[in-house]
C-alpha cells in the first residue's frame, strides 16, 4: 500500500478506512467484549450509552466522581440524564489519583467513573475494591479503548458497566455499546435503526478515504467530487446526517440505535490482527520518535491496543498546521475542560490538554507508511524547535 497520491503527497487519515472486501466478508466470532459480552445494548453513540447507564442504574440526582481529563461529551451526557459530576485529579501521565479519588467520595456520591485513555488500562482493579468498599457502582468508559486488554483482563469486564466505541477503532459508519457485567441482567430496550441514508453517506465516505489511502488518482479525484457534490445533495434533500465524532451531547439522539451495516462490518473484522498492527505502529513510533520527544509512554503495557501514539509537543497548533500539510491528520487531543470542571484546580490535566497530538497509528498503516509519518513527524518537531528557539 502506498498511501502517497500522484501528486506525491502522503494520506494518511486519523481513523481506518472502508476496505470494499469487508461489506462482504463472513463473520468472524468476536472474542472480546463488547462482541464477548451476553448482556450488551448497542447504540449510534457511546454517549447514549453513558446517558442510560444513569436512568438504568438510578444515578440522576446523585454525583459521579469522574476524572478531570475528559473528553466532555461524555460529561454532557451524565449531567443531561440528571446525575452531577465531581472530578478526580488525573497526573501527568494519565494517571488515576486513587488518593484524590477516595477523599473525594462523600454522602451523595453514588458511583465512580473511570476513563482508559486510548487503550491504555486504568487502575480497573483499584478502582472496583473502592467502589465496593463504599457501595458504589463503578463505570468503565472504554469509549477510546475498544479490543484493549490489561494483560488477561479485557478492558470493560470489570465495571458494573462497561461503555465502548466502535467507530473510532473500527471503519465502521457510527456504533456505541453498552456492556452490563454481573449476575443482574437488565432488560435494556433495543434502540431503532439510525436514517440510512446517514448510516449510507459514512460508508462512502469510508470507502473513498479507502481508495485515496491506496494512492488511486481515481479515488482522490471521486472523494473530491462527491464531497462537493454530496454537501449540496444532503442539504437539497434534507437528508439528516447525523455526524459521528462530534464534541457535544444532543438529545435528539439519545434514542438512536446502531445500524445493521455496522454490525456487519464490525463482525468481518479480524480483530486479532487489528490489535496486533496497531501494537507493531506504536512500538515503531516509540522507537523512531523517543530521541526528537519524550514519549509520554516508554512502554505499550500487554494487551493494550493503541488508539493512537499520544505525542507531547509545545506549540500544538503549530505542530498540528505542519503535519496536516504533509497529509497527516493529526488530531488535537482534549483541548477543553467541561464548564464543570474548574480548570485551575487540575494544573497538570490542564498542561495535557496543551500539549497533547495524536499521531495515527492504525490498522490500515503498513510499515512503509509509518516509515513516511515518522519522517514528517521528526521535521515537524524540529521546525517547532527552530521557531520557539527564533522567538526566544
Ligand atoms: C472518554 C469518552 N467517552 C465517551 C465518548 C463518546 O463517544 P461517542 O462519540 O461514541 O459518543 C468519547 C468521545 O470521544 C470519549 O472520548
Known amino acids: 500500500m502506498e498511501a502517497v497520491t500522484p ?5 494518511v487519515p486519523s481513523l481506518p ?26 447504540f449510534y453513540f457511546a454517549r447514549n450509552a453513558v446517558w442510560l447507564t444513569v436512568k438504568m442504574l438510578g444515578l440522576d440526582k446523585g454525583e459521579v466522581l469522574m476524572p478531570a481529563y475528559h473528553h466532555g461529551v461524555e460529561v454532557e451526557a451524565l449531567v443531561d440524564a440528571g446525575a452531577t459530576p465531581r472530578f478526580y485529579r488525573v497526573g501527568s501521565r494519565w494517571d488515576v489519583d486513587l488518593e484524590d479519588v477516595a477523599r473525594r467520595i462523600g454522602p451523595k456520591t453514588k458511583a465512580l467513573y473511570l476513563t482508559h485513555y486510548a487503550g491504555f488500562p486504568g487502575p480497573a482493579e483499584a478502582m472496583r475494591k473502592l467502589a465496593d468498599q463504599h457501595g458504589l457502582v463503578l463505570i468503565e468508559d472504554c469509549a477510546l479503548s475498544l479490543l484493549s486488554s490489561d494483560g488477561a483482563v479485557p478492558l470493560g ?18 456504533g456505541g455499546a453498552l456492556v452490563v457485567n454481573g449476575a443482574r441482567s437488565y432488560s435494556l430496550p433495543e434502540p431503532p435503526s439510525p436514517p440510512s441514508a446517514s448510516t449510507f453517506s459514512h460508508t462512502v465516505s469510508a470507502l473513498l478515504q479507502n481508495l485515496e489511502l491506496r494512492g488511486g488518482l481515481v479515488g482522490r479525484t471521486l472523494r473530491g467530487l462527491v464531497r ?14 447525523v455526524a459521528t465524532g462530534t464534541q457535544h451531547f444532543d438529545r435528539k439522539h439519545v434514542d438512536l440505535g446502531m445500524s445493521p451495516l455496522t454490525r456487519r462490518i464490525a463482525l468481518a473484522q479480524d480483530l486479532e490482527s487489528i490489535v496486533e498492527k496497531r501494537r507493531r505502529n506504536y512500538f515503531y513510533l516509540l522507537g523512531r520518535l523517543r530521541d526528537v520527544v519524550p514519549p509520554l509512554f516508554n512502554q505499550l503495557p500487554p ?20 503535519l496536516r500539510a504533509k497529509g497527516i491528520d493529526a488530531i488535537d487531543f482534549w483541548k477543553r475542560f467541561h464548564p464543570a470542571c474548574d480548570a485551575a484546580a487540575f494544573p497538570e490535566v490542564a498542561q495535557l490538554r496543551r500539549s497533547i497530538v495524536e499521531i495515527p497509528c492504525h490498522q490500515d498503516l503498513s510499515p512503509e507508511v509509518m ?22
Not at 162 to 171: A, H, M, N, Q, V
Not at 235 to 240: D, F, G, L, Q
Not at 371 to 392: I, M, N
Open 157 to 174: 469486564t470489570t465495571g458494573d458497566v462497561g461503555i465502548f466505541c466502535l467507530y473510532k477503532t473500527l471503519p465502521v459508519p457510527n
Open 371 to 392: 516509515a513516511d509519518v515518522a519522517l514528517v513527524v521528526r521535521d515537524a518537531v524540529r521546525a517547532e524547535r527552530r521557531t520557539k528557539k527564533r522567538a526566544g
Open 228 to 241: 462537493t457534490v454530496g454537501h449540496g445533495t444532503v442539504k437539497a434533500a434534507s437528508i439528516e446526517r
Open 17 to 42: 478506512t472502508l476496505w470494499p472486501g469487508m461489506l462482504v466478508s463472513k463473520p468472524k466470532p468476536g472474542a472480546l467484549p463488547p462482541f464477548s459480552s451476553p448482556n450488551v445494548r448497542y
Open 303 to 322: 494487551g493494550a491496543c493503541p488508539l493512537f501514539y499520544p505525542m507531547v509537543v509545545q506549540e500544538k497548533a503549530e505542530v498540528l498546521a505542519r
Open 7 to 11: 501528486s506525491g503527497r502522503l494520506y
